[in-house]
C-alpha cells in the first residue's frame, strides 16, 4: 500500500510540471500565448494615456483583448471607479477564473469577461483598447479599428508596435489615438 501511495506522488510530482507547462502553452494553437502585463506598468500607462488623450474622463468604456486572468481589467477598475472593463479571453478557463475573481474584487457590475475570439467583438463605444498581442494580431486589429471606431479611442499595445494609429512609445508601450477618420493626422 505505501508503494502505490509514493509511486502516486512521484507520479503527481512529474505531472504537475507538464500540467502547468501545457495550462500555459495549449493557447497558442489558437494564437494566443500567455505572458501576464506588469500591473505597475498598466496602472501608469491608464492613468497616463487617460490624462493625455481623454482629458482625464472618468466614466471609461475599457476593453482589454486577450484578458488571460483579467489583470488589466481590475487595475482599470480600481483607478477609475466610474470605468467599465470588458475582458475578451479565448481561453475559458481564465475566463471562468476572471469572473469569479470579479465577484471576490467586488467589481462584478463593472467587469464583463467574454469567452471568445477578438475578431469577433464589436469595437465601437470603446473609450480605450489595451491590448498585449502577437505582431501580426495587432496588425489586423488596428485594421479592426479603423473599419469600426465610432468615437475617439486610446489603443494601448505593449511591446508590439501599433503602426497606422501610432501616437508615442512610452517605455514598453505604445499607445494610439484615433479619431474618425484621422489615424496618423
Not at 28 to 53: F, N, Q, T
Amino acid at each position: 500500500m505505501e508503494d502505490i501511495i509514493t509511486s502516486n506522488i512521484y507520479l503527481l510530482i512529474l505531472l504537475t510540471p507538464l500540467a502547468i507547462v501545457a495550462y500555459l502553452l495549449i493557447p497558442m494553437i489558437w494564437g494566443a500565448g500567455y505572458a501576464p502585463s506588469p500591473k505597475r506598468d498598466v496602472a501608469e500607462i491608464l492613468r497616463y494615456s487617460v490624462d493625455k488623450y481623454l482629458a482625464g474622463k472618468e466614466d471609461l468604456e475599457i476593453i482589454d483583448l486577450g484578458s488571460g486572468f483579467g489583470g488589466v481589467c481590475f487595475k482599470a477598475l480600481e483607478i477609475f471607479p466610474r470605468a467599465r472593463c470588458t475582458g475578451v479571453e479565448i481561453d475559458p478557463l481564465k475566463v471562468m477564473w476572471s469572473r469569479i475573481a470579479s465577484r471576490f474584487k467586488k467589481c462584478r457590475e463593472r467587469a464583463r469577461f467574454i469567452w471568445g475570439n477578438i475578431f469577433d467583438i464589436d469595437l465601437r463605444g470603446y473609450d480605450l483598447i489595451y491590448m498585449f498581442l502577437w505582431p501580426p494580431t495587432v496588425e489586423k486589429i488596428e485594421d479592426k479599428i479603423l473599419r469600426e471606431a465610432n468615437r475617439p479611442v486610446v489603443v494601448i499595445s505593449l511591446e508590439h508596435p501599433l503602426k497606422k494609429i501610432y501616437r508615442e512609445r512610452y517605455r514598453d508601450f505604445y499607445i494610439g489615438f484615433y479619431r474618425i477618420n484621422t489615424a496618423l493626422a
